[in-house]
Every structure is written in C-alpha cells, then in structure tokens.
C-alpha cells in the first residue's frame, strides 16, 4: 500500500511544470548584468532601458540560462523604441549571439525572429498584424520557445510560428536590447518565465 502511494506521488511530482516566476523584483536588477554603456535603471517599479551617451547597442542579460520556456513581459515604447526579447543568447562584450523577438516601432516587424550575426530576418509577422502594437501604450509580448519551435503572441495574438534547426541546438541567456542610434527609451514590467 505504502509503495502504491510513493508511486503516485513520484508521477504527480514528474507530470508537474515549473512554476513560473518573476525576471524583474521591481526594485533593482539583481538576477540581470548590463553590457555596453547604455542606460538600465528602475524606476517608479519599472525597468528602464534607455540610450546612453554613445548611442550604441546594450544588452541586460539574465544571470541564468533558459532554454524552453514561456515568457511573458509587458513594455511601452517612447521615441524610436527599437529594442526587443533575445532567448537562447551568448554575449561578449556588447556582442551578442542568438534569436532575437523584435520590439519595434510601428510597421518594423515586431514580434518577428531576427538572427544577430547570422542569417538576419528569419521570420517576419504578417502585415496585417502589424497594427497589433500600441505604439507609446503598454504592449505584452509572449514568447514560447520548445526545442526547435518558436512562437510570440503581442497582445494576446499569434505573430509567428518558427520551427527552426539552429534553433534548435541553442541554449542561453534572456536579454532585453537597446538598438544603437541614440533616442531610445523602453519601459518594461511584468517579466515572468515558465520553464517547461
């Protein structure tokens, strides 16, 4: 009998997914590391990515590596706005390796899968969907990544759906993007992961 219980308990406990948790305690950056010379702040309980005074790229990666999960993350754009979602990612420096989801300004592919270094675009939304963004509103970007398989959902719909081999064979950071350019500012709030 005893056995009997262990059993189901054992398969209760192997059936159960990650809970999901908070990227971003609304208070400081601890879990996260700045690279480049870009601005990354909190205020008012929000992250704040924002151009510094060289205008380059910058990136702000987790701590840990994520490979398959759902992350769900809210922000609002003011000026140009381009930044976006890079999973499965590598960095040196301010250089940085893997996929890119786009957070764009409008018309410009947000929510699209963008290879930095690599092959470029490798998928963009349809152009319908485009009018999705609330452009200088709060926006939420999911993105559920599973082996080889991408999908992103803005404000609850599908942009994309990517299957992909490279994609597949990666592993690595989460890391929000500043675009080079100057004028850039992004707030963000509500990052949460699940991993599956």
Not at 54 to 65: I, V, W
Not at 97 to 105: D, F, H, I, K, L
Request: with cysteine; charged share 25%; hydrophobic share 35%.
């Amino acid at each position: 009998m005893r056995i009997g219980w262990l059993f189901l308990i054992l398969v209760s406990f192997a059936g159960c997914k990650s809970a999901e948790m908070s990227l971003f305690n609304g208070k400081d950056l601890r879990g996260w590391e700045k690279h480049g010379t870009e601005k990354w702040y909190v205020a008012d309980g929000l992250l704040v990515s924002e151009s510094g005074p060289d205008a380059q790229y910058g990136y702000l990666t987790t701590d840990k590596n994520y490979r398959d999960f759902e992350l769900t993350a809210d922000f609002k754009q003011e000026a140009e706005g381009n930044s976006g979602i890079f999973f499965r990612s590598g960095i040196e420096g301010s250089k940085i390796s893997g996929w890119q989801v786009e957070v764009a300004p409008p018309d410009m592919h947000t929510g699209g899968i963008y290879e930095s270094y690599g092959r470029g675009w490798l998928i963009q939304p349809d152009a319908e969907k485009e009018k999705l963004l609330k452009y200088g509103e709060w926006n939420t970007m999911k993105i559920r990544v599973i082996g080889n398989s991408v999908k992103t959902w803005l404000n609850g719909q599908e942009m994309i759906h990517l299957e992909d081999d490279k994609i597949g064979e990666g592993n690595g950071k989460i890391a929000l993007q500043i675009h080079d350019g100057g004028g850039i500012k992004i707030y963000w709030r509500n990052l949460r992961i699940k991993e599956l």
